[in-house]
């Protein structure tokens, strides 16, 4: 048996089971770095498949590393499971989670015959925090000949755009003050914030189209009778490239600056994790994964120089500036429901989801023995 068919096999067998995986993770969201019931799941599959698991890697308590077979090229499935606060799985980190496991098992089931070694990573907090930054300076993909994954959206994509990323708290600290016997006395910290956010959107006219800057409002106050002593905001700053990142984080902390300055509030800036790199995607490695999913019947569009207008950010492309790395899209046929919608959360437990976790988990498994087989890794 050709080693293709032996992991279309596998796929076959264990799709009952990584669909449940898929829709059980899906019904209980997880934040950053709190995935402990998503991670265990993750892990239970691979253990009950032969694989040695670590759970708690690298000092990560939701961090997941498994290992099977025994080659010597090695390539590693990436897991994702984290959710986002509110609206949960509405980017479908449960469809990235079960289909990795599920290429995991695949490739396994092979893997000695053509001489590979599989690794599972499952890494926490990719929406905030940078989980795989933090494997990554801690070793978790040293020793890989390539780190593969799939990410669920409207379409297909074989490369997905995917900008630089840094994100960042800034919190102003006034004086306290009764807002009408005493405003005199108050530094107000909303007005800081308000003047900062009025800068970025001034600033907005002269940024490059690859150029973002978005956030939240904290803490604003605490009573509209008292001067705010303290008002906060998140924010994030993305760049076409991780050098264009440096300029842009530089203009929009002086917007904070400028609240600082203008109302004399104390101004404190804390980064919410490492920067996100751009990914680069192995031209090599997208091509395979593009016919393999092909012939899946799945088909990719090209969004041309749109790609870079609806680009989002990901700290896989952290590991793609170390190891030969690709980070696709599966469409699940959600249109007009676009990632970080609650509809989106919605059609990540559908039938089309339903079939890109199958999919997407034996394209990722023939890529990698395409790799191997064909020596683009050795």
């Known amino acids: 048996m050709h080693a293709k068919d032996g992991a279309q096999e596998r796929v076959a067998k264990t799709a009952e089971q990584m669909v449940a995986l898929s829709h059980r993770i899906h019904a209980h969201p997880e934040l950053a770095f709190e995935e402990e019931a998503a991670s265990t799941w993750v892990a239970e599959a691979l253990v009950d498949a032969g694989f040695t698991v670590e759970r708690g890697a690298y000092d990560l308590p939701t961090a997941v590393v498994a290992r099977a077979g025994?080659?010597?090229?090695?390539?590693?499935?990436?897991?994702?499971?984290d959710a986002l606060p509110g609206i949960g799985h509405a980017?479908?980190?449960?469809?990235?989670?079960?289909?990795?496991?599920?290429?995991?098992?695949?490739t396994a089931?092979?893997?000695?015959?053509?001489?590979?070694?599989?690794?599972?990573?499952?890494?926490?907090?990719?929406?905030?925090g940078g989980g795989k930054i933090l494997l990554l300076q801690r070793g978790a993909f040293d020793g890989l000949h390539a780190a593969l994954m799939v990410h669920p959206a409207p379409v297909d994509l074989a490369e997905m755009p995917c900008l630089a990323f840094w994100e960042f708290d800034a919190e102003f600290h006034g004086t306290a003050a009764h807002a009408s016997a005493f405003p005199e006395r108050g530094v107000n910290?909303?007005?800081?914030?308000?003047?900062?956010?009025?800068?970025?959107g001034l600033l907005r006219q002269h940024l490059r189209s690859t150029d973002r800057v978005h956030g939240i409002v904290t803490h604003g106050g605490d009573a509209p009778n008292v001067v705010p002593a303290r008002a906060g905001a998140r924010y994030d700053v993305r760049a076409?490239?991780?050098?264009?990142?440096?300029?842009?984080?530089?203009?929009?902390?002086?917007?904070?600056?400028?609240?600082a300055l203008a109302t004399g509030a104390r101004l404190e800036v804390r980064s919410v994790g490492d920067a996100y790199a751009e990914m680069r995607h192995d031209a090599e490695l997208a091509s395979m994964y593009r016919c393999n999913a092909e012939r899946l019947g799945r088909s990719f569009i090209d969004l041309g120089p749109l790609a870079w207008r609806s680009a989002g950010s990901t700290d896989m492309g952290n590991v793609s500036h170390h190891r030969r790395a690709i980070h696709p899209t599966i469409g699940i046929d959600s249109l007009p429901a676009v990632?970080?919608?609650?509809?989106?959360?919605?059609?990540?437990?559908?039938p089309a989801a339903d079939r890109a976790v199958i999919d997407?988990?034996?394209?990722?498994?023939?890529?990698?023995?395409?790799?191997?087989?064909?020596?683009?890794?050795?």
């Open 70 to 81: 025994n080659g010597p090229v090695h390539v590693g499935f990436v897991a994702e499971y």
């Open 360 to 378: 997407g988990a034996l394209a990722l498994a023939w890529t990698a023995l395409d790799a191997a087989e064909s020596g683009t890794l050795r």
């Open 189 to 200: 910290a909303g007005d800081a914030l308000t003047i900062a956010q009025v800068s970025v």
């Open 109 to 128: 089931a092979v893997a000695d015959g053509v001489g590979l070694t599989v690794h599972l990573i499952g890494a926490p907090a990719e929406e905030t």
């Open 91 to 106: 980017c479908g980190h449960n469809i990235i989670a079960a289909s990795s496991v599920g290429a995991a098992l695949a």
């Open 339 to 350: 990632n970080h919608q609650p509809e989106f959360a919605a059609h990540c437990i559908s």
């Open 240 to 259: 076409r490239t991780i050098e264009d990142l440096e300029s842009v984080r530089t203009r929009v902390l002086h917007c904070f600056e400028a609240g």
